[in-house]
């Protein structure tokens, strides 16, 4: 799961939480490429990045990077919402 946290936000978690190994996760430092690879993506109607996105570096000169790509209901199985706005899903199993 991924939650995109305001620095208020985190502040907040990092002070109600014991020192550990997750305290120590959410103070690691974002990566200072992490904006130069998400500019180099090549976006599109369908396919965005946020320039504070997640990067995973490979071991080759690269990194992976976290992007939105927009999904329509109609390629996800689902259908329209009915009149009052409530959608139907279709099951998924899940």
Known sequence: MWIRLEKDELDL?????PEGPLAEKLRKPVDPDTAAFAAAVQTSDDLEVDLDTIISRGEDEGAFVMTW???SNERAGLTRSNDDGEEHH???GL
């Open 13 to 17: 978690v990092l002070k109600s939480i």
């Open 90 to 92: 279709k099951d998924l």
């Open 69 to 71: 790509t927009w999904v």
